[in-house]
C-alpha cells in the first residue's frame, strides 16, 4: 500500500510543477525572422485607438464596453479610459510609471481592477520590459521570442504567420497567466483589429477588443 | 459588472425631455408635455475628451411610446440596441453580425426608472429630486445634481429645446471640466404610430 501512496504523491507533484515550451533554437540564416518576432506587434508610435470590449466573466457573463487607449510606446505611457456604450466615462487612469486614477466609478474603483488593468495594456501594447532569454521554433514550427522580466514572469512572443501573433505570459513558477492573441484583418499600419486577451487561473476572464478607431499621434 | 440603470436613467432623462414642449415657464412646459405620446428622431452623439485628437462620433435612432416603452439604438461605429418595455430592461450588443445580449444591465434600477419617467413626462422635471432645475433664457434648462456624491458622475446637463414646440435640440451631459457628451436631434417625428414590437424585439 505504502508504495503506491508514494507513488501517487510523485506523481500529483509532478502534475503540479508547470513547465514551459521548449524553444528550438534557429539557425543562423533564421537570425532576421528571430529579430522581427522579438520585436512583436506592438507598436513603435502613438496612436489613440478606440476598440469596442466584450468582457467575459467569471459564471459566463457577457458585459459591453468601450475602450479608448492612447499609448506611447517610447516612454512607455498610456492613458485609458473605459466608457459605457452610451458613452460614459466609468474608468480613467493615467499609467507613467505608476498609476493614477483620474475617475472610477464603482465597481471599476478597486486599487486591483487598476492595476490588473494597467498590467494588461502593458502586455497588450507594449514589448516586454527585461532581456532576451531565449529565441528559435516552438514544436509546432512556429517562431517564438522569450523575454524575462525583471519581477520573474516570462512572456513568451509566438509569431503565427497568417494568423497573428500569440503572446503568453508565465508566472515565476512558469503557470500560464495570461494569453493575448491579436489577429490582423485589414491594414492599419500594424495595429491589430482584433485582440483577445485571456486570463488564466481563478477568477479568470476574457476580453475580445474589435478595433474602431485607430489615429496615428506621431507625425 | 456596470450600473447600467444609472445609464438608462440619464438616456430616459435625454429621451423624456424631447417631450417637453417649448416653452418659457414650466407651467408652460407641462402642458405642451401632455401633447406627446410618441417620439421618433434621429440623434448624434459626440464625446468630448480633453485627450481626445477629435471627438468619438456615434449615431443611431431612437423611438418612445409613452408612458414606458423606450428603444434606444446605436447604428454606428458600433452597433447596440437597448429596450425598455413593461418594466423590463434589455441591451443588446452586435457581435460577429448576431446580436448578444449584455447580462450586465442591472435590472432592478429600471423600477425607480419607470416611476420618474412618468413625471419627467408630465413635464414635473423640476421636482425630480436627483436634479435642481431652472430654466434660462433661451429655451435652455440647466440639471446640477442636489446630491454632492453625484456630481463625480455628473457635474451638469443642459438641454436646448427647439423653436419648434415639443421638440429639444440638443443636450450636452457634462461628466467633468474635461468631458463632456453631446447629443444633437434631427428628424423629430412625433405622435406617430409606433408598432409595439419595436420595443419587444431587437428585429
Redesign the interface.
Known amino acids: 500500500m505504502k508504495p503506491i501512496f508514494l507513488l501517487l504523491t510523485a506523481l500529483g507533484l509532478f502534475l503540479s510543477c508547470s513547465s514551459l515550451p521548449q524553444v528550438y533554437p534557429a539557425g543562423d540564416s533564421a537570425e532576421p525572422q528571430s529579430g522581427r518576432t522579438c520585436r512583436g506587434p506592438y507598436p513603435d508610435d502613438d496612436w489613440?485607438l478606440?476598440h469596442?470590449i466584450?468582457?467575459t466573466?467569471p459564471g459566463g457573463?457577457?458585459?459591453?464596453?468601450?475602450g479608448?487607449t492612447?499609448i506611447s510606446p517610447s516612454s512607455r505611457t498610456a492613458?485609458c479610459?473605459i466608457?459605457?456604450?452610451?458613452?460614459?466615462?466609468?474608468f480613467?487612469a493615467l499609467y507613467d510609471k505608476k498609476i493614477t486614477v483620474k475617475?472610477a466609478?464603482?465597481?471599476f474603483d478597486s486599487e486591483v481592477f487598476a492595476n490588473g488593468l494597467i498590467e494588461d495594456i502593458n502586455l497588450i501594447f507594449f514589448r516586454p520590459s527585461g532581456y532576451i532569454k531565449a529565441s528559435g521554433f516552438l514544436k509546432s514550427g512556429a517562431a517564438v521570442c522569450r523575454y524575462q522580466k525583471p519581477d520573474g514572469r516570462l512572456v513568451d512572443i509566438i509569431n503565427q504567420g497568417a494568423h497573428g501573433w500569440e503572446i503568453r505570459q508565465y508566472l515565476p513558477d512558469f503557470r500560464l497567466a495570461r494569453t493575448v492573441k491579436s489577429m490582423y484583418l485589414d491594414d492599419h499600419k500594424g495595429i491589430s483589429d482584433k485582440i483577445e486577451l485571456n486570463a488564466h487561473g481563478a477568477p479568470g476572464y476574457a476580453l475580445v477588443m474589435d478595433l474602431?478607431?485607430a489615429?496615428p499621434?506621431t507625425d | 459588472m456596470i450600473n447600467s440603470g444609472f445609464l438608462v436613467r440619464i438616456i430616459l432623462i435625454v429621451t423624456a425631455l424631447m417631450c417637453l414642449g417649448w416653452a418659457d415657464s414650466w407651467e408652460e412646459l407641462k402642458s405642451s408635455a401632455g401633447t406627446v405620446a410618441s417620439v421618433r428622431a434621429g440623434f448624434t452623439q459626440e464625446k468630448h475628451m480633453k485627450i481626445l485628437t477629435r471627438p468619438l462620433v456615434s449615431e443611431g435612432v431612437l423611438f418612445f411610446q409613452g408612458p414606458d416603452s423606450l428603444r434606444w439604438e446605436y447604428k454606428h461605429p458600433v452597433q447596440s440596441i437597448l429596450l425598455l418595455h413593461n418594466g423590463n430592461t434589455r441591451r443588446f450588443f452586435k457581435k460577429s453580425g448576431s446580436l448578444v445580449e449584455d447580462a450586465s444591465a442591472n435590472l432592478q434600477s429600471m423600477q425607480v426608472v419607470v416611476q420618474e419617467i412618468t413625471q419627467w413626462l408630465n413635464g414635473r422635471f423640476d421636482d425630480n429630486p436627483m436634479f435642481a432645475a431652472r430654466l434660462e433664457p433661451g429655451r435652455k434648462i440647466v440639471m446640477v445634481p442636489r446630491d454632492e456624491s453625484f456630481t463625480r458622475l455628473i457635474q451638469r446637463i443642459e438641454i436646448l429645446l427647439s423653436d419648434r414646440p415639443a421638440v429639444i435640440k440638443s443636450v450636452m451631459i457634462f461628466e467633468s471640466e474635461d468631458s463632456f457628451t453631446r447629443l444633437v436631434f434631427k428628424d423629430v417625428i412625433l405622435n406617430q404610430k409606433l408598432d409595439d414590437a419595436l420595443f419587444r424585439k431587437v428585429r
Open positions: 489613440q478606440l469596442s466584450e468582457a466573466l457573463k457577457k458585459g459591453f464596453l468601450m479608448l492612447v492613458r479610459v466608457m459605457t456604450l452610451e458613452g460614459f466615462v466609468i480613467d475617475r466609478v464603482a465597481p474602431v478607431e489615429i499621434l
